[in-house]
């Protein structure tokens, strides 16, 4: 009998602790992170008028005869060896020049601040030597944000900083800040709209006193022309009569509307690229940011 209610102790005992530990993963599991992931941070891109050396580039990889990208695991070749210093165990990050193939002008002046930001260049992967010839390297593909190319290139890798996301609860009628403006400028990978965990451009940077961690406020103007959607004017009140006012309100006389917010990954002299954290509803091309 005393055995018997041992053992049963002890189930019940296993039972609690396993339900216990169970209930505590979950817990841990329904937290909210703290930090970007290692994708958000080296998968961001980032736009800069310094340009990017290209001498050290991706020439192929194994099974190049038949295969044109190479993705996680892939072994791939760089154009330098032993001679230029190269050594096993080095890393390096694959970064690529990339533009947008099909511009399409979203909001007026966008072509320009898109030039003004400079040239946008893509983070595609992390990879790490493990053979080295006299001319050239093996090297494999550690981590992937996108497939990789020839001509691809390569620059060492240097550790980027992961912001700590602020502990502010997300006002969605905060006042301005008083602080620097400017605009979405485009997306990672030239979209026109994005929501949480999107990754946009603004057109204020380092040379502005723009800093990794610091964070944008997104907004908008009612009543602008420029709109980040198309749609005829005034049509709640004009196209479909519900309702008008004594006085016609403009733009500067009304409530803006804040859209979300988001953290700051990199910088370049005059852009920056923001991981939006906090969306209420989709952020377009042309809409306003201000730094918290």
Avoid at 91 to 119: C, H, N
Avoid at 145 to 161: H, K, N, S
Avoid at 224 to 249: C, D, H, L, W
Wanted: hydrophobic share 35%; aromatic share 10%; glycine share 12%.
């Amino acid at each position: 009998m005393h055995k018997r209610m041992g053992y049963r102790f002890l189930k019940m005992g296993l039972r609690l602790g396993l339900g216990m530990a169970m209930a505590g993963g979950f817990a841990a599991a329904q937290e909210s992170p703290k930090a970007p992931t290692q994708a958000d941070v080296y998968c961001s891109g980032v736009a800069t008028d310094q340009a990017v050396p290209g001498d050290t580039y991706l020439i192929s990889g194994e099974n190049s005869n038949y295969k044109g990208v190479f993705s996680q695991g892939d072994d791939v070749y760089i154009n330098r060896g032993a001679e230029q210093g190269m050594k096993v165990g080095d890393e390096f990050e694959v970064v690529r020049q990339v533009q947008d193939m099909t511009p399409l002008k979203w909001f007026k002046s966008q072509p320009q601040l898109v030039r003004a930001m400079g040239t946008m260049y893509a983070d595609i992967g992390r990879v790490r030597v493990v053979k080295v010839q006299a001319k050239t390297s093996i090297a494999e593909v550690r981590f992937i944000c996108d497939a990789m190319q020839r001509g691809d290139i390569v620059r060492p890798f240097a550790v980027r900083p992961a912001p700590t996301y602020h502990n502010a609860k997300f006002d969605p009628f905060a006042p301005p800040s008083g602080k620097k403006t400017a605009m979405v400028v485009t997306t990672k990978n030239f979209g026109q709209a994005s929501g949480t965990g999107g990754t946009v451009f603004v057109n204020l940077g380092s040379s502005q006193g723009v800093r990794v961690g610091d964070y944008f406020r997104v907004f908008r103007y009612q009543g602008t022309r420029n709109e980040t959607m198309y749609q005829v004017r005034g049509t709640t009140y004009k196209v479909y009569g519900f309702g008008s006012t004594p006085i016609a309100y403009q733009w500067n006389n009304v409530p803006r509307q804040v859209l979300g917010e988001g953290i700051v990954l990199r910088t370049g002299p005059n852009s920056a690229t923001v991981l939006l954290t906090a969306v209420r509803q989709e952020i377009f091309d042309g809409d306003y940011v201000e730094l918290e």
